[in-house]
């Protein structure tokens, strides 16, 4: 349902979109977009980690401002997260790649 709303939302903002589930995808992509609960992004992160290009971003969301740290523990190995944005007890995770 996520993937295919955000397909939606990009149809009609006329914006160009490679969307899918992450098993799916088989490229590296300028910008990945995971927006679901944590402890999700935490099995993901190699998986998400690995699609994101050179000169890319991963963005993260879903996440309540007391599960950062442990995100940023988990993603580790593979990038350094940062909070870069935070409303109502919630954050948005940035890596640069």
């Known amino acids: 349902a996520a993937v295919e709303s955000t397909q939606l939302n990009a149809r009609a903002n006329t914006v160009t979109l490679t969307s899918g589930l992450p098993e799916s995808a088989r490229a590296s992509y300028a910008l ?3 927006n679901i609960l944590s402890s ?5 992160a190699c998986l998400l980690c690995s699609h994101v290009g050179a000169g890319g971003t991963l ?3 879903g996440i309540l401002e007391r599960q950062a740290v442990e995100l940023t523990q988990a993603y580790a190995p593979y990038c350094t997260l940062r909070v870069t944005d935070q409303q109502d007890g919630w954050v948005l995770m940035v890596a640069n790649f």
């Open 32 to 34: 990945v977009v995971a």
């Open 40 to 44: 999700p992004l935490k099995v993901l």
């Open 59 to 61: 963005l993260l969301s």
